[in-house]
Nanobody, 116 residues
Framework: QVQFVESGGGLVQPGESLRLSCTASGFTFSDYVINWYRQAPGKERELVARIIKTGQLIDIADSVKGRFTFFRDNRASTMYLQMSNLKPDDTAVYYC?????????WGQGTQVTVAS
């Protein structure tokens, strides 16, 4: 069955960096656009970035432009999110998934907390 496992989150201070990982299984990873999402406390889940099969970024939230970079390793079925210059507003649970229209299950996410 389809599964996404996110990892790499933690507590950091403003301005610091983190790298998140998302490992998928249960489908041919290289055949799908994979997206990063985040959900802050009390807010709806939002799209952070959309990365197509070749690893090209095709959509990114304005709030993270210039600070977040993304890459995918299709051989390892893994997506990476490199976050730099983190801000308190980046505090959220981060998830990866394919397009929501597929109805695939969400992973547990990984918590990122940015606080001084």
């Amino acid at each position: 069955q389809v599964q996404f496992v996110e990892s790499g989150g933690g507590l950091v201070q403003p301005g610091e960096s983190l790298r998140l990982s998302c490992t998928a299984s249960g489908f041919t990873f290289s055949d799908y656009v994979i997206n990063w999402y985040r959900q802050a406390p009390g807010k709806e889940r939002e799209l952070v970035a959309r990365i197509i099969k070749t690893g090209q970024l095709i959509d990114i939230a304005d709030s993270v432009k210039g600070r977040f970079t993304f890459f995918r390793d299709n051989r390892a079925s893994t997506m990476y999110l490199q976050m730099s210059n983190l801000k308190p507003d980046d505090t959220a649970v981060y998830y990866c998934n394919a397009d929501p229209s597929l109805g695939w299950p969400w992973g547990q996410g990984t918590q990122v907390t940015v606080a001084s």
